[in-house]
């Protein structure tokens, strides 16, 4: 059993920065990509970036394009969201994953990971 653990989740002024990391346990090779969600209060859940475990494709939501940048270690079996330039609508609870989706727009769906972290909380003060 795949176990996804995520932290680095705080409070941050809009326009900071903020790191997330998740770290894998358990039989990382029964997955192919890893991604980030992400689900704010009265939302549904969702994309906000993924990555091909060998570290690429890369594939982000567009509205976090040019501000995110998602990265993996597979030596370490980490995976990491550098979040740059925060607004106000990033708040969310960001959830990390990991799966097998089939092809680059696979990754931006839900229903193609198979395994979850608990998620942590992403709060921005404006």
């Known amino acids: 059993q795949v176990h996804l653990v995520e932290s680095g989740g705080g409070l941050v002024q809009a326009g900071g920065s903020l790191s997330l990391s998740c770290a894998a346990s358990?039989?990382?090779?029964?997955?192919?990509?890893m991604g980030w969600f992400r689900q704010a209060p009265g939302k549904e859940r969702e994309f906000v970036a993924a990555i091909g475990w060998s570290g690429s494709p890369k594939y982000y939501k567009g509205s976090v394009k040019g501000r995110f940048t998602i990265s993996v270690d597979n030596a370490k079996n980490m995976v990491y969201l550098l979040m740059n330039s925060l607004k106000s609508e990033d708040a969310a609870v960001y959830y990390c994953?990991?799966?097998?989706?089939?092809?680059?727009?696979?990754?931006?769906?839900?229903?193609?990971?198979?395994?979850w972290g608990q998620g942590t909380q992403v709060t921005v003060s404006s």
């Open positions: 994953a990991a799966g097998s989706p089939p092809g680059l727009r696979g990754l931006g769906h839900s229903y193609n990971y198979n395994y």
């Open positions: 358990g039989p990382t090779f029964s997955f192919a990509a």
